[in-house]
């Protein structure tokens, strides 16, 4: 299998906002990181990957199976996180075993008994006690308990302090490491993604801004910044996007390698994630 999920042409209206032909593929042993704002449309394409909300046109594949037709088959081999925990508060870790190994054919008892000791949380204490840490490692636990192949996360770091981010990432990390498994993954923490991610999606108001190896915009990419004529009299095959402001004006440039031996007079610096939203979103 080449490909864990494939997303083609992803199209989804609502009354106020539409997904518009939304393409992504993740291959085996990578991490994916989906980025946007608010509304931008990232919880909407996971609940259409995950077959939660029929969508108008597109096609999805999990792990080589197609999530509508065949969607059980699809599914027994996927993991699931989203931004809130939804196992109900008067559950025990020990209780949804019990649960669960009646849903997931493939339910491994040993390895979720190993997860709930990795992450410290205690079996027979109520959900309802544990903090929003707890609350996601469990998530995490129950997620990587059935031989998952491929992890869905929305949001799984967002409120948590910095050692848990940090034990999750590694998570993730050992997750992919014997290059079969994969994750997607939703976040408005840029700077986790730039630790773990391999590629990075980024959509805005329901369009597809950009889909590229982390490490070619995180090494490529670039910030040129000069007064305004000098950044309008840029040749156009070196920008992707200009922003002039009161004072200066800068230009994103897809190869600051390329652009620095073109114009070695213009200052031209690194970008983050953050920054690559910024500018892909401005309307100056």
């Given at each position: 299998m080449k490909y864990c999920l494939?997303?083609?042409g992803l199209c989804k209206s609502y009354p106020d906002f539409s997904l518009q032909n939304i393409d992504l593929v993740i291959p085996g042993g990578t991490i994916m990181g989906l980025i946007g704002e608010n509304g931008a449309g990232k919880t909407t394409t996971i609940k259409c990957i995950l077959n939660m909300v029929p969508w108008d046109q597109g096609e999805i594949r999990l792990l080589g199976q197609d999530n509508r037709s065949q969607q059980r088959k699809a599914k027994e081999a996927v993991g699931v996180v989203l931004d809130e925990c939804f196992f109900h508060d008067t559950l025990?870790?020990?209780?949804?075993?019990?649960?669960?190994?009646?849903?997931?054919?493939?339910?491994?008892r040993e390895l979720y008994q190993s997860y709930l000791?990795?992450?410290?949380?205690?079996?027979?204490?109520?959900?309802?006690?544990?903090?929003?840490?707890?609350?996601m490692k469990l998530s995490l636990a129950v997620a990587l308990s059935h031989n998952a192949k491929l992890l869905i996360l929305d949001e799984p770091t967002s409120g948590l302090d910095p050692v848990v981010r940090a034990e999750i990432l590694d998570i993730f990390l050992?997750?992919?490491?014997?290059?079969?498994?994969?994750?997607?993954v939703s976040s408005h923490i840029t700077s986790d993604l730039e630790k773990v991610a391999d590629y990075i999606t980024f959509i805005h108001q329901g369009k597809l801004m950009l889909c590229e190896n982390k490490d070619n915009i995180i090494y490529g990419y670039g910030i040129a910044k000069a007064d305004k004529a000098t950044i309008d009299a840029i040749d156009s095959q070196f920008v992707l996007k200009k922003k002039h402001g009161k004072y200066d004006s800068e230009a994103l440039?897809?190869?600051?390698?390329?652009?620095?031996?073109?114009?070695?007079?213009?200052?031209?610096?690194?970008?983050?994630?953050?920054?690559?939203?910024?500018?892909?979103?401005?309307?100056?």
């Open positions: 494939e997303v083609k025990r870790p020990k209780d949804l075993h019990l649960i669960l190994k009646g849903l997931y054919p493939n339910w491994d000791k990795k992450f410290q949380l205690p079996p027979d204490k109520y959900i309802k006690e544990f903090s929003r840490g707890m609350k050992d997750f992919i490491s014997d290059g079969e498994h994969s994750v997607l440039v897809s190869d600051r390698a390329a652009f620095s031996r073109q114009y070695p007079e213009i200052l031209v610096d690194p970008i983050n994630l953050d920054e690559l939203m910024l500018m892909l979103c401005s309307d100056k």
